[in-house]
């Protein structure tokens, strides 16, 4: 929920409410249930890591950007959840992954959105793409199937 919830406020050049309420409705719920497992256990499945804990941290890791929530609010409601978080993120292996994938988006070069740095609006990101594809049709002809 939490990508469809930043589309909607930050890429749609209109503002869309009742999108904006239903996705960021969702990510409340999400949250919430995350919410329910992180305040009775270590992790959720228990007392071992698993991918599901793998599966959440990188949307909460965004919640801020990709959605409504500021920064420091990101866990305001949610003490057990941020602590969860935190466990998570502070793992050598998590740290890892996290320098592995700077590196791999410095290369890149996309924004925090996946958008190449210098475009400023989805619309300007399709234009950019069509003018790669028409230039490459351009230069190798067109290909059917």
Not at 107 to 115: A, F, V
């Amino acid at each position: 929920m939490t990508p469809q919830a930043g589309q909607f406020i930050h890429f749609y050049s209109e503002k869309v409410p009742t999108a904006i309420d239903r996705y960021t409705k969702q990510v409340t719920r999400v949250l919430g249930v995350l919410k329910g497992c992180s305040d009775v256990k270590h992790w959720l499945v228990g007392d071992k890591t698993a991918h599901d804990n793998m599966a959440w941290v990188p949307w909460n890791d965004r919640a801020d950007t990709s959605s409504w929530v500021p920064e420091p609010d990101k866990f305001q409601r949610l003490l057990n959840v941020k602590v969860w978080h935190e466990r998570w993120t502070s793992r050598p292996s998590w740290k890892r992954a996290m320098q592995i994938r700077a590196r791999l988006m410095d290369e890149q070069d996309p924004m925090w959105n996946g958008i190449p740095k210098g475009i400023r609006s989805f619309s300007e990101y399709e234009a950019k793409i069509k003018a790669s594809d028409d230039a490459a049709t351009n230069e190798f002809g067109a290909c059917s199937l």
